[in-house]
């Protein structure tokens, strides 16, 4: 497979984004995007965490059941969980049910509601100041970056769990603080979550 794959409807993507339709429609409407809410950002740093060591499409088919088990992924909603809700999601079929992962999620949420900022304002603080040129292939793009290391250090101080480098990369990735489509790609440079194709671009 290529780095870059033209698809049937004729649009240049990421490879990875040709891989199934589940991926297109992440790749094409949403990854890469800039995400700059508290509740939507930590809906990406709680399904990152869940990733961690499974296959992302997993995560994104179970992603609605995800929503419906975390009220909405809403900050302070999640915050007020306690054992009986550790029990409940221990229990849905729907969502990755991993008690440490589980409990980091209700964790963070409350790590987040004791942050002097916003989580938006922490997060977008570690964006590196300058967008570099889009890579040219799959080997250019890291794992784990200066930023990324900085910012799993300032979550981690402040309680934050499951979140090292390489998850904080990938979270940079996902919501529009570094811009890793590949150059050709036809997603364009600087669009906001959910636009549609073409209709943004600079």
């Not at 992302?56 to 992924?73: D, M, P």
């Not at 440490?100 to 100041?129: C, S, T, Y």
């Not at 979140?163 to 906001?192: F, S, W």
Request: hydrophobic share 45%; aromatic share 8%.
């Amino acid at each position: 497979m290529t780095d870059l794959v033209t698809g049937a409807d004729g649009l240049p993507r990421c490879a990875w984004g040709s891989a199934t339709p589940d991926y297109a429609a992440y790749h094409d409407g949403e990854w890469g995007r800039p995400v700059r809410d508290d509740d939507g950002l930590f809906e990406r740093l709680c399904l990152e965490a869940f990733q961690s060591g499974l296959a992302w499409i997993t995560i994104l088919r179970k992603r609605e059941a995800f929503r419906r088990a975390f009220g909405g992924f809403r900050i302070a909603t999640v915050a007020s969980f306690g054992d009986d809700d550790v029990q409940r999601l221990l229990a849905d079929a729907g969502i990755v049910r991993n008690r440490a992962k589980i409990e980091a999620a209700i964790a963070n949420a409350r790590a987040a509601l004791d942050l002097p900022v916003g989580l938006a304002e922490l997060l977008w603080g570690f964006a590196p100041a300058a967008r570099p040129s889009r890579p040219a292939s799959f080997a250019a793009v890291p794992t784990v970056t200066a930023e990324s290391t900085a910012m799993a250090k300032a979550l981690k101080k402040a309680g934050f769990r499951f979140v090292g480098p390489t998850t904080a990369y990938a979270l940079m990735q996902a919501t529009g603080m570094v811009d890793d489509h590949l150059a050709g790609c036809h997603v364009p440079v600087g669009a906001p979550a959910g636009a549609v194709v073409g209709e943004v671009s600079r």
